[in-house]
């Protein structure tokens, strides 16, 4: 049976901290668990034991070289995947696991047929609070607001300083050996985050990897980086407003009142508890359908040119309409309705634009509903709609989350089958 490797009593008992260059003394909090496919290994002792691409971290463990990459949201930390994360663990502990063995050529067989030696895939988990959030909130301090572009350097710093502690040798510290497949999970405000990352950034750490690969992205109900919440909500109080765009259930005072909680939270010069500045996400990352994404995070061959020729794999997971327009009503106390009618057309427009940065057979996710019993039709092109999942897809579906997670490694390790 397979076995997955987490803390035996409690997720919450592994926290670790970084220091990085751009933080000062201000601590980053993470974690940084180790799943594994493979009858030999023990919950919350062992690292798994991987002979194909395997490489020894500095208590002279051994991890497979894939790294999920899990970026927070605007709101919720990093514990918001805890869920999600037990799921994770009971899918690839799970007997049906068998199908995360990777096939391995070493020989032929007496009769000419390919003699197959069976290797367990691994991975590992990387999930952090950015300054500001959860667990890396300054102690008896003020969050001093921050650029959007300081959370793509503390990322930056975050894998420089994982792949530095737990993916080199004792006797190469400076040189970690292996193909590393990294894989970003990203929520939110975390999409938007992750894309400038990949297309902007180069950690020092990955230079000195003989390969670093960015094998899959999966995006979880996209920030809109481009949105426009004073022209995306009418004004009723404007002289060219048409009270017939209204739904049939609200009124013109609710969608003032709606409008005007709406830019409350959301417009882009609005402070947040976090003190992430969003001023200059729209500027950043300007569309949702450019720059394409690209597979190589670092350099090849020490120094060589990027090799940026092939696409990752993309899965993306969206709001269901009903469960969106719930929470939203849930959280405003105004008709759910609005949301639906002035938020959402712009998000499925969005999200769709999302699956067109990676070549289409490279695109995971289906136009469709993911999490119910009855598979119903989507109606939004290349986009996986999370039954019953808001916005906060891992906190309401982190089964779907999970399963969607273990199919990605799947494909990742080249071990997929329907």
Known sequence: MATAILGEDSLSDDIKYARLPSRGTQEIAYRFLNFAAGPNCRPGRDY??????????????????????????????????????????????????????????????????????????????????????????????????????????????????????????????????????????????GVPLARLFVSTSVPSTLSRLSTVELAAHIFLD?????????????????????????????????????????????????????????????????????????????????????????????????????AFAAESERSTGLPGSLALAFIQPEWEKYNSELSSLVSGWKLLSKKGIVGAEDREKGSQPGVSLVYGAGHFIQRDRPDVVAQETFKMVQHVAGVFHE
């Open 48 to 189: 798994p034991q991987v002979k194909r691409n395997g490489h020894h971290g500095e208590d002279g463990s051994t991890a497979e070289s894939m790294l999920l990459v899990f970026i927070n949201g605007l709101i919720l930390s990093m514990a918001s995947w805890n869920s999600m994360l037990h799921h994770l663990s009971d899918l690839s502990s799970s007997p049906g696991a068998v199908s995360t063995q990777i096939s391995s050529s070493i020989g032929q067989n007496t009769d000419g047929t390919q003699k197959l030696e069976r290797t367990p895939v691994a991975f590992s988990a990387l999930l952090y609070d950015r300054y500001g959030q959860g667990l890396s909130i300054p102690s008896g301090a003020k969050v001093d607001e921050h650029s959007f572009e300081s959370a793509v350097t503390e990322l930056q710093e975050l894998l420089d300083f994982v792949l530095g502690k737990y993916y080199t040798s004792a006797s190469e510290p400076r040189k970690v050996n292996g193909h590393l497949k990294v894989v970003l999970v990203s929520h939110s405000i």
């Open 222 to 322: 996209s920030n809109i980086s481009t949105a426009d919440y004073a022209r995306l909500i009418p004004n009723p109080d404007a002289a060219s407003f048409d009270p017939e765009i209204l739904p049939p259930d609200a009124s013109a005072e609710q969608l003032r009142d709606w409008r005007a909680i709406m830019l409350g939270r959301f417009a882009p010069n609005v402070q947040n508890p976090e003190g992430l500045s969003r001023t200059r996400v729209a500027s950043l990352v300007p569309s949702a359908s450019e720059p394409k994404l690209r597979n190589h995070l670092g350099v090849e061959g020490g120094g060589g040119a990027r090799n940026t020729q092939t696409s990752p794999y993309l899965s993306v997971l969206g709001h269901h309409p009903a």
